[in-house]
């Protein structure tokens, strides 16, 4: 059965950095891009970062460019997303999801899989 679990998440500074972990099982993690998702108290799940199942392309929102950076290693079944110069505004469930068809999107209805999620905060 397939199966995503996020880690990695916690209470940091701002300023900070975090290093979130996607592990997949139940799936060949090498044919699917992977999403990370978020969201805050009150709004929608919004697009972070995704990368193609061969590393061809990555993509990031405008919030987060230049200070998150995702990665996969395919023979450990998972994807990383690191985060850096944390930002109150960064508080969110974060979530990664699988899409067998999207290589970069960033779009919700792109992705099938999705794990539980994995709170970060950010405090001042």
């Known amino acids: 059965q397939w199966q995503l679990v996020e880690s990695g998440g916690g209470l940091v500074q701002s300023g900070g950095s975090l290093r979130l972990s996607c592990s997949v099982s139940?799936?060949?993690?090498?044919?699917?891009?992977i999403g990370w998702f978020r969201q805050a108290p009150g709004k929608e799940r919004e697009g972070v970062s995704s990368?193609?199942?061969?590393?061809?392309?990555?993509n990031y929102a405008d919030s987060v460019r230049g200070r998150f950076t995702v990665s996969r290693d395919n023979a450990k079944n998972t994807v990383y997303l690191q985060m850096n110069n944390l930002k109150l505004d960064d508080t969110a469930v974060y979530y990664c999801?699988?899409?067998?068809?999207?290589?970069?999107?960033?779009?919700?209805?792109?992705?099938?899989?999705w794990g539980q999620g994995s709170q970060v905060t950010v405090s001042s």
């Open positions: 999801a699988a899409s067998f068809t999207s290589e970069c999107g960033l779009r919700k209805d792109e992705y099938d899989y």
């Open positions: 990368i193609s199942s061969r590393r061809a392309c990555s």
């Open positions: 139940g799936f060949n993690l090498d044919i699917y891009g």
